[in-house]
């Protein structure tokens, strides 16, 4: 591209938009060429205005999970807009919403049976919550209030933040939010009482002992117990992101933790949303994350990767315990009054349904396997590096925490930028990545093949060694 034009596009962008994420002084005050203008991507790459090719080692978000310009679901668009690109959901319906909801019920756990739409991760949280809430009303029981952990991330509107425990997104915002518990984050590496790391069996009489032979007290479970215990009949439903609490640094799960808490929701009467935004359609090696510990939830919260990256659309997925007590005469007015504009939106759907075929049909997620086990191997090397204190990795999601001391786990200081600096660094290896604080996050696409996985983790261990 000209530079001129160039220059002129940069210019526009920050005199005219506000970046999400983004403290915009920096962005306003860093190298006038440095902002990266993304010109069009294929594959496991995104080529800006230049030309210059970079590895999207983040999949766009999180969301792009069969990689850029997938020709099945270009097709699949395609031929969608020339039938219609969209139409209210509200008392009428299409077949691309009707063939998606037949297609996700045939691989979700077999106990949830309807599929409610929405537009992104925060909206199938917060239909999830209103349903819970809603739910225990035509009960006659006052539950107004929710359980999550510390350190989740449940998305950005007010009731997904009122169940949110990162306090950088959150804790400005407290007085605006219902009132929810936070049990402590499973987050091993950080947790004041662990000596090694520990596994939850599935026997909660085995599991106190079994945790006292390792060294540690399960206090981040027995938290979640003791909550349950004195709160259950106020308590309208717990909420997690199983597996992995993803935007609070791929802090990952000890195994069995999952299970334990799920099994602490049955024993107290606790409806469970499983929040599976990043970790469903096969990032953690599964097709969803429950899958690892067979748990069966109440609901199953669904996004990102979704449609490939390609538009919006979400799902809250429900048991017909939860369905059916919203039925009843119209005078009732039990319905779930609540929907979007763009609900099950015709070309996200087609989108949706190109994804879920070509996930069966070209077998990503046998083939899958074969590359977690490389990333396994590469990170493996990397995790001896002198500045990385812990690598967390579930499936195809990786968090590289890196420190200042490895022996002590002492961080770097926040005032440094360390992992930013790391980040901005590493796109000159055309390389794209971003950072949680001072964690490298990568989040790849199933597609991606081993080569690129191994320039990725290589560009990593350089940037690191320059530090």
Known sequence: M??????????????????????????LNDDP?????????????????????????????????????????????????????????????????????????????????????????????????????????????????????????????????????ADLFHSRFRYLLFKSYFAMSPYCYRCAHRKKEIEFPVNAENFRDHNMQMGCQGQCIKEVETILAENNKEIAAAVIEPLNQA?????????????????????????????????????????????????????????????????PLAVTAVT??????????????????????????????AAANAVLDTLQQDEILQKLQSKIKHLKKELALLSKHDKVGNIRHCGVMVGIEIVEDKKTGKPYDCKLKTGAKICADIRKREVLIRNLGDTLVLFLHLTMTNREISKIISAVKIELDNL
């Open 2 to 27: 000209d530079n001129k034009i160039k220059t002129a596009l940069i210019n526009l962008d920050k005199s005219n938009i506000w970046h999400p994420f983004t403290q915009m002084s920096d962005w």
């Open 33 to 165: 060429n440095s902002p990266l203008i993304i010109d069009k991507a294929k594959g496991s790459y995104l080529y800006d205005v230049d030309g210059k090719k970079y590895l999207d080692g983040v999949s766009s978000l999180w969301v792009t999970l069969l990689g850029h310009r997938n020709p099945k679901i270009d097709r699949a668009i395609k031929k969608q807009i020339d039938k219609v690109s969209h139409t209210t959901f509200l008392g009428l319906t299409h077949k691309p919403a009707i063939d998606l909801s037949e297609k996700l019920l045939k691989i979700l756990p077999d106990n949830l049976k309807k599929i409610f739409y929405s537009d992104n991760g925060s909206t199938a949280v917060e239909a999830a919550l209103k349903m819970t809430y809603q739910y225990w009303q035509f009960k006659n029981e006052k539950r107004s209030f929710f359980l999550s952990l510390k350190n989740a991330y449940h998305g950005d509107t007010i009731g997904a933040v009122s169940v949110g425990g």
């Open 247 to 311: 935007a609070s640094g791929m802090i990952i799960m000890p195994k069995g933790y999952l299970r334990e808490y799920a099994n602490l929701c049955k024993r107290y009467g606790i409806l469970l949303i499983c929040d599976e935004v990043a970790t469903g359609f096969g990032r953690t090696g599964k097709m969803f994350a429950v899958e690892h510990e067979d748990v069966k939830p109440d609901f199953i919260c669904l996004s990102k990767g979704i449609t490939g990256g390609y538009m």
């Open 320 to 349: 017909n315990e939860i369905y059916n007590a919203f039925l009843g005469k119209y005078e009732e007015f039990k319905t779930f009054f609540h929907g979007h504009s763009y609900t099950a939106n015709p070309l996200a759907c």
